[in-house]
């Protein structure tokens, strides 16, 4: 009996070694794991230089655990690149944390090249909705949301009170305004981020959507051969066209377009909220500070649809030490330094109730505006390819608005563009 009594105790143990076994390797799948110690953040172009600052402040208090910041380029474009070319380098990736943007989330997740994690360990129920989408692939959450963005209308609020006129709500509006009221102040109408790079592919997104169309639907079946498509791409090759939009736009990404706008040469112009706070504060070299507002996009028949922007904070498969790199992110969204990110790197944060806070709605009076326009924004085409998708879109755009194919034809070479994309 004795023998049963301990094979039994030996059969508990090996239960429990078990069980104990499965339960960590289910984590595995799902946690950070251990491990603190220094960790490396690769991040886009910071164009507001807060984050070198900001992470300071975590050095400090984390000797042990310190973060060496390493800034890629401003395009969107080429930090994919660098990044995809580090973490195809797999083990002998440089990079343990990612500041990705909203729409890499499903290629990298897809990729296998960073970690889900325990969506228990964020507080992701104080952040606004659309922004915990971008995060999730599969049902799995595999980055946290980290600033959020969203396209707005900036403009001369000077000329436009000079003139009379209220701020454009229409495409027709802008139009007028741009053709004929611009040139008497010496400035050029309306420019957005024209050089074919992921800036093209917002704002031509945010053209098609705007016009009621889409790109691909849900199923990433191809929906953009359609009327809507059509006059959204048409609206802007009628701008380069019509002159309205400067020539010069066809060569701007986010900088050049807010340094056209902040040496007062624009009238209007789409851009995201860290333009309107930079250039409309106190920005050192700003002609125009003091003199702008924002509204959201104008569509053909009213307000149009911003596309939803972003990053999101995302632990790499090999990440050296994933504990750490788990609680700087908990301190990267955390209330207080969610704050610093607006008021220090002009970026749209991710909690809900920062959108309401009284002294910072004194400080940055566009804050409702630009919760309506995260919370109504759109997500770009969601595909597996959606870097080939968006190549497509910028290339195609580019030919329309440089007149070397007419929107129609456009819109038709993108849609079997799109349709080859898919079938790969
Ligand atoms: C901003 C947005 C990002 C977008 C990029 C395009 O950084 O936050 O989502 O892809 O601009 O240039």
Known sequence: ??????????????????????????????????????????????????????????????????????????????????????????????????????????????????RPLPRDRFGLGTFLPPVVDTATYDGQLYAVPYVTNAGLLLYRKDVLAKEGVPPPRTWAELERVARTIAPKYGLDGYAGQFLPYEGLTVNAAEAVYSAGGTILDEGARVTVDSAAAREGIGFLARGVREGWIPKAALTYKEEESKQAFQDGRLLFLRNWPYAYAYVGASAKGSKVAGKIGAVPLPGPDGPGTSVLG??????????????????????????????????????????????????????????????????????????????????????????????????????????RELAAISRR
């Open 310 to 415: 972003g990053s999101n904070l995302a632990v790499t498969a090999h990440a050296r030490h994933p504990d750490t790199a788990a609680r700087l992110i908990v301190y990267l969204t955390s209330e207080r330094v969610q704050r610093q990110v607006l008021t220090r790197g002009a970026l749209p944060p991710v909690r809900a109730d920062l959108y309401e806070d009284p002294e910072l709605v004194r400080e940055f009076p566009y804050l409702p505006t630009l919760r309506e326009s995260v919370l109504t924004a759109e997500p770009r085409p969601k595909s597996p390819h959606y870097d080939q998708v968006s190549l497509a879109v910028q290339a195609v755009v580019h030919d329309a608005m440089t007149g070397r194919q007419t929107p129609e034809a456009a819109v038709r070479r993108l849609a």
């Open 1 to 114: 009996m004795r023998w049963m009594r301990a094979a039994g105790r030996g059969l508990l143990v090996l239960l429990v070694v078990l069980t104990g076994y499965v339960a960590s390797g289910a984590r595995a799948q799902e946690d950070t794991g251990g491990g603190r110690g220094p960790l490396t953040l690769a991040t886009a172009g910071d164009l507001t230089n807060y984050l070198g600052p900001l992470l300071q402040g975590w050095n400090r208090t984390h000797p042990d655990e310190k973060v060496t910041l390493v800034e890629l380029p401003d395009s969107a474009d080429e930090t994919h690149a660098q990044m995809v070319t580090d973490l195809r380098g797999g083990d002998r990736s440089r990079f343990d944390v990612l500041n990705i943007d909203v729409n890499w989330t499903s290629e990298f997740a897809g990729a296998g090249w960073i």
